[in-house]
């Protein structure tokens, strides 16, 4: 480091004469004198503004110390900074960085600066890194999202007997949903829905869902009222009125009342021919004024229903929840296939809301357990609109009471308008992982969401397949390279209908 307090370079090699001064000769010694004529016009303006050019960096004298003082730190600290050259500024960019003294957790990755292990268990962070269990999973197709959800949250979480709970909405040739080989892996059964009569049925009116408020642990999911009531708004494409939601209200009770007393479950036809066709007496207690008038407001909403149990929803919620669903639930892994079910209409979505309520509730109810419960959904945007999408978000927020953590993930974060529900499943998400982005747009958005430091964007677009930025708490991204066991190799494998042959 130098120590003067200025910096300077050498001279032109062609300085000006002073004025009034004979242009000077310069001599040959060698083998005989040369004659060097003096230097020209064009020469001389070339060297003043070469003079010109400030070369040097004043700073502010430095203070007389006494070494004895200075032992004690009594000056304080310039705040002019010292030049350097680039020799020795070697040791400011080590080549490894301390690694992290973490070992407690499943193990994803490796970070790719100082050659650590990634840890990013949510049960395992939280307290000391996080305080929201969810996880987001953000990257265009075909960067190896899926084989991160597929490791990391659903076969290590099985080796500490945790229990996974698999929404699978992508197809993967005539073998149903792309879990389908974890969960012959595992040995656990596929719960698969679809339209008709021959798939699994969860009954949207199942005694499962308690209703709002019956709970008195504290933890209260979304009950049979919500839920009915997001998907009845969802089929009309518009929110109940304040008579409807009481017709609505009304019709529950009597048809749950009804069905406790024959000891079966209410189903939701039954929920439907209620609200056309009230019973005698229902209405009672809204008064005299009111009883006569209210059996006509549950017209709008019972014909809603009428239609999702003869239409969209036919064979999926309008019976009584199917045995095999129940039993499922008592395995480490629980495979819901839904990718028979079309993407069009309301089907999936309210499908996928009926299973996180009634898993939620179930959960609550034998929360004393403390299982710890992961959900994968990996076509998140499929939950997250309408009504119907904001019950599963309200689910969302009782994931440390229920012991839930649910991962989802997202493909183009630009698409999504600023005030879409699935941004808020991002934004509350307390573990991030950043893939790669194909676009600029999705990358600066990216970048601009989770306030990202400055050159971000252009280590977004340029991830390779398997590598991502992780981010968690208030913490800095972390590269992370994602690493995997031949075994998991095996079972990600989703190329099998591209390449036209069995992996």
Known sequence: MMSSDTITTPESPTTPRAPGRKAARRWWFGGGRKHIPAVTPDEVAVAQAYDEIPRTVARRAAPTRKKWLDR???????????????????????????????????????????????????????????????????????????????????????????????????????????????????????????????????????PAIASGGARVDGIDPAGQEALVGAVTEDTMGRELTEKEKGAVDLALKVVGARARAENRE???????????????????????????????WGRDPG?????????????????????????????????????????????????????????????ASRSADHKQTLLLV????????????????????????????????????????????????????????????????????TARMYHLPPGSVEIIMSLDKGHCLVKYGKADPILMEHVRSDTEIALTDTDEVIKGAAA
């Open 266 to 296: 209410p189903i939701l036809i039954e929920l439907s021919d209620e609200l056309l066709n009230p019973s005698p007496h229902s209405a009672d207690v809204l008064g005299p004024l009111w009883a006569d008038e209210s059996r006509r």
């Open 72 to 206: 004690w730190g009594w000056y304080e600290v310039r705040v002019e900074g010292s030049w350097t050259s680039t020799r020795q500024g070697e040791a400011l960019n080590l080549a490894t960085s301390r690694r992290s003294v973490r070992h407690e957790g499943l193990m994803t990755g490796l970070n790719k600066i100082s050659q650590s292990m990634v840890i990013t268990d949510p049960f395992a962070l939280y307290g000391s890194e996080i305080e929201n269990i969810n996880v987001a999973v953000i990257g265009d197709i075909g960067k190896a999202k899926s084989s991160l959800i597929k490791t990391a949250m659903c076969l290590r979480p099985l080796t500490l007997r945790r229990q996974v709970v698999v929404i699978d909405k992508k197809r993967q040739g005539n073998k149903g949903g792309e879990y389908s080989g974890i969960a012959q892996f595992v040995g656990a059964r596929s719960i698969r829905f679809r339209t008709g009569t021959q798939g699994m049925r969860l009954n949207l009116l199942d």
């Open 303 to 363: 014909l809603a229903l009428r239609r999702l149990c003869e239409g969209d929803l036919k064979g999926l919620v309008d019976g009584a929840t199917s045995p095999e669903i129940r039993e499922a639930l008592e395995h480490p892994f629980v495979h819901f296939d839904v990718s028979a079910l079309p993407t069009k209409g309301p089907a999936l979505r309210v499908i996928m809301t009926v299973i996180n309520t009634w898993l939620a509730n179930v959960l």
């Open 378 to 445: 990996e076509e998140g945007w499929h939950v997250a609109d309408g009504s119907t999408g904001k019950v599963f978000r309200e689910n969302m927020k009782l994931s440390r009471g229920l012991g839930l953590s649910t991962v989802s993930a997202f493909h183009h974060i630009s698409d999504l308008p600023p005030d879409s529900p699935a941004r808020a499943l991002m934004k509350e998400a307390g573990i991030v992982f950043l893939y790669g982005q194909d676009r600029l747009e999705d990358a600066e958005e």
